[in-house]
């Protein structure tokens, strides 16, 4: 049986618990009228209160935007009829939770509740042994029973320390994968439902990007911007983060250069195909014989 260092667990659980706090907190934030930057910066700044930083930039993605969207400079203000996924990772001397709630602003409710209803599904199918495509079955079929589409190249994802992505890929569809989950894996899980094709697509200007590697630059600002990069440990980032110290014009011909040389990744919007609303719900979990959701939350 694997265990868990104590130290290990308690960072675990100390992540879990500061992003439910942080989500409830957008909960309260986010209704119509509502200025996204300021709600993001609240969470951030909440996130940090509480002695840990943001695994990844708070993220608000609209409607047919499934995700990696957040305002840079020029805000955007919620209206009446928006889907809202909000999507927060906290970080916890590397060890990461990773959770995301829909809010229905208009008349979505369905659709809210058949991401969280796949989600439920999926958690209790969890266990060590159990094949990874038995998750995107339950998943799949959950979604489908609500009249809604899976997004089929969007998945849930392994978790490692200051890895917000690794392996195991968790399908939100029928794959018949037959991949056995590990005791002692950590993983999210993030079921992704839609009214439009089931498939999303990388569209419009980035605002989140991680530090990949470090390269020769030529520009001044974005050898000392390089230097902040190198603080994050990798995980992502966004563009707004720079802006106060470097200035809107700066940071962006910096990153230019940095994305131009491999130094950074740039991860920009996912948009549906179908112009679908989608919806998301997503916790993470640590694989054992009783496993432990560490951001389960009363949602």
């Not at 992540?15 to 609240?42: F, P, R, T, W, Y």
């Not at 935007?65 to 809202?84: Q, S, Y």
């Not at 520009?219 to 809107?248: C, H």
Request: proline share 6%.
């Amino acid at each position: 049986m694997v265990e868990f260092d104590k130290e290990q667990l308690t960072n675990y659980m100390q992540a879990g618990k500061i992003n439910s706090q942080a989500l409830d907190l957008g909960a309260h934030l986010i209704k119509k009228e509502s200025s996204m930057i300021e709600v993001l910066d609240k969470i951030e700044a909440f996130i940090k209160s509480k002695g840990a930083i943001p695994a990844f930039p708070a993220q608000i993605s609209l409607n047919n935007i499934a995700a990696h969207f957040c305002p840079v400079h020029e805000d955007l203000i919620m209206i009446d009829g928006d889907v809202v996924k909000l999507d927060v990772g906290v970080s916890v001397n590397g060890f990461i939770a990773d959770s995301a709630r829909t809010f229905d602003l208009g008349q979505n409710k369905e659709l809210v509740l058949a991401s969280k209803m796949a989600l439920k599904n999926a958690l209790e199918v969890v266990r060590p042994n159990v094949p990874i495509g038995d998750i995107g079955k339950a998943i799949h079929e959950t979604i489908s029973s609500y009249g809604f589409t899976p997004i089929k190249n969007l998945s849930g994802h392994g978790l490692g320390k200051f890895q917000i992505h690794c392996s195991p890929s968790i399908p939100n569809v029928i794959t018949g994968l037959k991949t056995p989950l590990k005791e002692g894996q950590v993983i999210a899980i993030e079921p992704f439902a839609t009214t439009g094709a089931g498939i999303v697509y990388e569209a419009g200007a980035p605002s989140v990007f991680s530090l990949v590697s470090e390269k020769p630059l030529r520009n001044q600002i974005a050898r000392k911007m390089m230097q902040d990069l190198k603080e994050y440990n990798g995980l992502p980032f966004t563009s707004r983060w720079l802006i106060p110290k470097y200035g809107v014009a700066a940071t962006q011909i910096a990153l230019k250069e940095m994305m131009s040389n491999g130094s950074v990744y740039a991860h920009p919007p996912l948009l549906e195909k179908g112009r679908g609303i989608v919806s998301q719900w997503e916790h993470s979990v640590i694989v054992l014989e009783k496993p432990i959701v560490y951001t389960k939350h009363d949602d």
